[in-house]
């Protein structure tokens, strides 16, 4: 019926992620995340002040692609409005901050907000399908710079706002402090996802996505279920959102445009939909593709191509997974797994 | 799994005993300069090469480039030549933030020299600020530079558009009077400090619009101004916009007079982008405080014509070019002025010392107390198709000094075209 499902069908392999390993010792992600946060702990004392700043762009990367892949993935529920709750998530952290100056207050009322606007939205997304939930989300992606310039005296227009923050403890450099700030709200936030994926919950979401009235004849609510992964997905875009207004200490609709929301849907499709790894290789493609391109454009010396090249490197790259790793690159390590048992 | 787990450990086990020797070796650079060595200066810029803004302001960073290469190529300065690396940021704050990081924290620049735009570099002046980096002659008329106790550090260059507007407004108050002014400007601290400006001399105007660069149709705004019955419209606007502001205008029969801030007035790009509509250009008020590009007599146009022509590739000579080597010949006399050991904290000082004999027709106004660019401008008229000087230059400042005319000699640039040490 809808591409989506298309999709998912077409790629029943990675659906597994680092819940439900067939038949396998089942690791728990509770470890899976403390071996990471060691491993990014240990990644802030070694690179350099950039890198860092770019690890943790990586982080709040990660908590957005990770919230979607479950919705689009797992529930088969296309978003092409992301960017916007992200938005949605950094104007609320943006204007409470700036009253209040109180990080963790601001992120609980981000938080808030964007589990009001994913349950708004989520309940118009439940009555529709396939293209007509595209439309509607794309719409909303879209409406952000009119909402900025029409209530331009609370959200000050394309010039944004800019975020009052407290400088980090005195020994801790600016940009470790980042990573680690977006790397925990990015860490807290898989585990969330994964403990919620590999229970009830779950397989709920993948029998709405396989066949609805199946799931409606096992008595699974569709409608709840449904929009409960909007509501989950929007929260973690909102804490994504919310990472990169503190990042960037400003927040302005240039930051969230309509390819933002695009990007977010390539790079959990090239990363593996459906897989919590694969979201982790769509975030880092997300800041390295464009790295990429521009030091390639600037090779060049073409100031025209620097600015537009991004588009085509995702573009390509896309295509090329597809057809070499159909699953996204999350699936590669199994397939190669596969190829040589087959040969064996 | 285990095996992964294996080399997750392994990785952490070598990545923590790297950085035992790594974090020895950073803190001990304090000796050294950033960007700075025997043979090289190193400085960097966010320029809008793509997007909305990049009609006419991309070619800014490549006429300073070419006047850099111009002093490299005669000899550098204290024996440094000068590498200017320039980023696109699209005009969108955003990229900004990732660009200018990326400068300062991995190329190391000495400072951020011309950063363009309002609200692209309204968002960096705090990690501008954080980590000492000197950031000098901000391609900008915002106020916001102008803050010496808040940002030690940060210059701008353009007289602030508030000067500009007062300017602007007397224009009005003096040849247009009785006329029915309206006002259009960007929907940010551009428009709003212009607006302030103009307000302080004309009272309140007619009818006021705004517009933001993300949607490319002034067509209701145009339509609204028309319909208030306006017969002079001021443009805070840069060239894109004012170029679809006049064109709008036409479309709907709506004939005023526009005065354009200085900043989206340069006829070579405005021009352009109008196309065969460019006549409708004509009688176009506007204001500038360096030469104009078609202004042969001038030493100082002479100069950076023979400079275009050897480092620039010959680029079409526009208000833009000359604004981008102006800029380059105050940040050499800047570093002439701050002497051989050259220190982020030297250079602040020699900018706030002041004393600069440049290309403009009124003084810079930098002082300890006073860090915005220069404080005045004179009137132009677009008049067969170029714009020409008309009158005396004026000078004022953001609050309530009279618009006074200004009748210093202006400068000419040294025989062999680099700022004497």
Same mark, same amino acid.
């Given at each position: 019926m809808t591409e989506v499902q298309q999709k998912a069908n077409a790629a029943p392999v990675p659906d597994v992620g680092l819940s439900v390993p067939k038949r396998r010792r089942r690791v728990h992600p509770a470890l899976v995340i403390v071996a990471g946060a060691v491993l990014v702990v240990a990644l802030t004392y070694v690179l350099p002040p950039f890198r860092n700043y770019q690890l943790a762009t990586v982080g709040a990367y990660f908590c957005v692609t990770a919230g979607l892949t479950v919705l689009t993935g797992l529930n088969g529920q296309l978003s092409l409005g992301h960017g916007a709750l992200m938005a949605t998530g950094a104007y609320t952290l943006a204007l409470t901050q700036n009253k209040w100056v109180n990080l963790? &207050?601001?992120?609980?009322?981000?938080? &808030?907000?964007?589990?009001v606007a994913g349950a708004v939205i989520g309940l118009a997304a439940a009555r529709l399908r396939g293209p007509y *939930?595209?439309? *509607?989300?794309?719409?909303?992606?879209?409406?952000?710079?009119?909402?900025?310039?029409t209530f331009d005296e609370t959200f000050n227009s394309d010039q944004g706002l800019s975020v009052i923050l407290n400088p980090p403890p005195e020994t801790i450099p600016m940009e470790r402090w980042q990573a680690w700030l977006c790397w925990g709200a990015a860490l807290i936030v898989v585990l969330v996802l994964a403990l919620l994926i590999r229970g009830r919950f779950g397989r709920d979401l993948r029998a709405v996505r396989d066949d609805e009235t199946a799931a409606k004849l096992a008595g699974i609510n569709i409608a709840r279920t449904q929009v409960l992964a909007f509501v989950v997905s929007a929260v973690c875009a909102g804490v994504a959102g919310s990472l990169f207004a503190v990042l960037a200490q400003s927040v302005s609709p240039g930051a969230f445009p309509l390819t933002?929301? *695009?990007? &977010?849907?390539?790079? !959990?499709?090239?990363g593996g939909l459906g897989s919590l790894f694969g979201a982790l290789w769509g975030a880092v493609l997300l800041v390295l593709l464009p790295t990429l391109a521009q030091s390639v454009g600037e090779q060049t010396g073409s100031q025209q191509l620097e600015g537009n090249l991004a588009l085509v490197v995702f573009g390509v790259v896309l295509v090329v997974v597809m057809l070499a790793a159909p699953g996204g690159l999350a699936s !590669?390590?199994?397939?190669?797994?596969?190829? !040589?048992?087959r040969n064996r | 799994m285990k095996r992964t787990a294996t080399a997750a450990l392994a990785v952490v086990l070598l990545a923590t005993a790297g950085c035992t020797s790594d974090s020895d070796g950073g803190g001990s650079s304090s000796a050294s300069v950033p960007g700075v060595t025997d043979t090289e200066i190193v400085v960097g810029t966010h320029m809008p090469l793509t997007g909305p803004a990049a009609a006419g302001y991309s070619k800014i960073a490549p006429a300073t480039k070419a006047y850099f290469d111009y002093v490299n190529a005669n000899g550098g300065v204290h024996g440094r030549k000068i590498s200017y690396k320039v980023k696109d940021d699209g005009y969108n704050p955003a990229n900004t933030q990732t660009v200018v990081r #990326?400068?300062?924290?991995?190329?190391?620049v000495f400072a951020i020299l011309n950063g363009l735009g309002t609200p692209t570099h309204t968002g960096v002046l705090d990690f501008l600020k954080t980590n000492r980096v000197p950031d000098l002659f901000v391609a900008s008329g915002s106020r916001s530079w102008n803050q010496p106790d808040k940002y030690p550090g940060t210059f701008g260059f353009n007289p602030d558009y508030?000067?500009?507007g007062k300017i602007l407004g007397t224009y009005v108050k003096e040849n247009l009077a009785g006329k029915k002014a309206c006002f259009l400007g960007q929907d940010d601290d551009f428009g709003r400090d212009s607006l302030v400006g103009i307000e302080k001399i004309l009272g309140p105007v007619a009818a006021k619009e705004s517009y933001v660069t993300s949607n490319p149709n002034v067509g209701p705004q145009m339509g609204a101004l028309?319909?208030?019955?306006?017969?002079?419209?001021?443009l805070a606007t840069v060239p894109g916009f004012t170029a679809l502001s006049i064109g709008t205008a036409a479309k709907i029969a709506f004939k005023p007079q526009f005065v354009v801030s200085n900043v989206g007035a340069d006829p070579t790009t405005v021009g352009k982008t109008l196309?065969?509509?460019?006549?409708?250009? #004509?009688?176009?008020v506007a204001a500038n405080y360096l030469p104009l590009n078609n202004d042969d007599t001038n030493p100082w146009i002479q100069l950076f014509k023979k400079v275009n022509a050897a480092h620039n590739g010959n680029a079409e000579f526009d208000n833009n070019v000359v604004y981008g080597m102006s800029v380059g010949y105050l940040f050499v006399q800047a570093l002439q002025a701050a002497g051989k050991d050259l220190t982020r904290d030297k250079i602040v000082e020699a900018v706030q010392k002041n004393g600069f004999q440049g290309p403009g027709l009124v003084p810079l106004r930098f002082s300890a107390q006073d860090h915005s660019g220069y404080g005045g401008e004179q009137l132009t008229k677009i008049q067969g198709g170029k714009a020409v000087y008309f009158g005396t230059p004026y000078t004022t400042d953001d609050k309530d000094a009279p618009v006074a005319p200004y009748s210093g000699q202006a400068a000419t640039p040294p025989q062999n075209g680099v700022p004497a040490p």
């Open positions: 963790p &207050l601001s992120f609980a009322v981000a938080i &808030l907000v964007t589990t *939930l595209a439309g *509607l989300t794309l719409a909303v992606a879209i409406v952000v710079p009119s909402v900025t310039s933002l929301s *695009l990007f &977010l849907v390539m790079a !959990i499709v090239i !590669i390590p199994s397939r190669i797994s596969r190829l !040589i048992r | #990326e400068l300062v924290l991995q190329d190391k508030t000067v500009e028309k319909a208030a019955g306006c017969e002079v419209v001021l196309g065969a509509a460019a006549p409708l250009m #004509e009688g176009l």
